[in-house]
């Protein structure tokens, strides 16, 4: 395998379950395996406060199943087959760290399966031929607004858990903040803790002040507000303007970024002539992807100096903010491997801050109102 080396130091690759942690400076650098816990110190970060430590780069599963936003509106084993595809194919790469949700894949929606239900079934087979696969599962509380705080919130969660068929999962976060019953579902969140059902909790879409709430309501029980996790790309930087990246850094909260690729806008796949379909297509018009072209253009341009994809470079700036988990959607093994691919190299900070700045020049797309509650 050819590695792309500048600014590269250490860099974990995952075959067949087995771990390697591949020291490379130059094209001639031999290949050499270090101990486990150099491992784990240099391909995997801490979330937050908390012990829990994943990959710098996790997979999100809201698509698999999905037929309200993703999919073209249908689900189909062609479909499911290719979301496994791209579970396998980030494990064997290394990415080991998966986000999903109860709302994913509701039932609610015809034709639809829970995004939970087809992670707990990739983990299970994936566990029966590699016994030993070290896989890190967050999933999400619905604020819905019949869920009356603190009693709601254990209930639900043993619910994901049935349907993830595991007994405890690493991170448990808030989905978005609800219209009433917040502080009930901090305490919730606490309980989840206590009672060893999570190693770490989060939130989701919450602004700086509720974050510092929220964080300072957990402390007092001695338990650390582990991530906030929140739109997040080169053409969606609320968070930096919002005070929430700030606030996160501060509170040393780590930032976890959903739709880091701009919903795949970023990957270069869609042209003025050829915009995305479905809702996408409402959000990202001809207009907009006009306005985007020299941004992209520049994108490209790095990334041919790195011999990586746009895609690849538009996660790697955000991995380049520090503190950030960036969650890209994966609907097959191609595009599983390719975000794996957005590890172990770096921008330069003169390419962060270019980037930035043809970014800036760019009209904002709108994001889920609830960051704003």
């Avoid at 030993?132 to 604020?143: C, G, L, R, Y």
Wanted: hydrophobic share 40%.
């Amino acid at each position: 395998m050819a590695l792309q080396l500048s600014n590269l130091g250490f860099c974990v690759f995952q075959r067949r379950g087995k771990k390697q942690l591949i020291k490379a400076s130059s094209a001639t650098d031999n290949v050499a395996t270090v101990s486990k816990e150099e491992e784990e110190r240099e391909g995997k970060v801490k979330v937050g406060g908390s012990e829990l430590k994943v990959t710098k780069l996790g997979i999100g599963a809201w698509s698999w199943g999905d037929t309200s936003y993703w999919n073209n509106f249908e689900w189909d084993d062609r479909k499911m087959k290719a979301a496994k595809a791209a579970f396998n194919a980030s494990i064997d790469d290394g990415v080991t760290f998966f986000d999903t949700a109860e709302v994913y894949g509701s039932r609610l929606s015809f034709g639809a399966v829970n995004s939970e239900t087809l992670l707990g079934r990739f983990i299970k087979e994936r566990k029966v031929r590699e016994a030993e696969v070290d896989i890190a599962v967050a999933t999400k509380f619905a604020a819905l607004p019949w869920r009356l705080g603190r009693g709601s919130v254990v209930p639900a969660l043993k619910e994901s858990l049935a349907r993830l068929q595991l007994p405890v999962v690493e991170l448990y976060q808030l989905h978005w903040p609800g219209i009433w019953g917040n502080e009930g579902y901090i305490d919730g969140l606490g309980d989840a803790v206590e009672q060893g059902l999570v190693k770490a909790v989060g939130v989701s879409n919450y602004s700086e002040k509720r974050l510092r709430e929220a964080y300072n309501q957990l402390k007092k029980r001695g338990i650390p507000l582990a991530s906030n996790q929140v739109n997040y790309s080169l053409i969606y930087r609320a968070p930096e303007e919002n005070g929430v990246k700030a606030a996160c850094d501060e509170l040393g909260i780590t930032l976890i970024a959903y739709s880091p690729i701009a919903q795949g806008i970023l990957t270069g796949k869609y042209t003025p002539e050829n915009p995305p379909s479905g809702p996408r297509g409402r959000i990202y018009t001809p207009e907009f992807l006009t306005q985007l072209g020299p941004l992209l253009d520049q994108i490209k341009e790095i990334g041919q100096k790195y011999g990586k994809t746009p895609t690849q470079v538009a996660l790697n700036w955000l991995i380049a903010q520090e503190n950030v988990i960036p969650i890209p959607g994966a609907k097959n093994a191609e595009q599983a491997k390719e975000f794996a691919g957005a590890l172990c190299w770096k921008l330069s900070d003169d390419e962060v801050s270019k980037l930035r700045s043809l970014a800036s020049t760019i009209r904002p797309v709108i994001g889920f109102p609830v960051e704003r509650l």
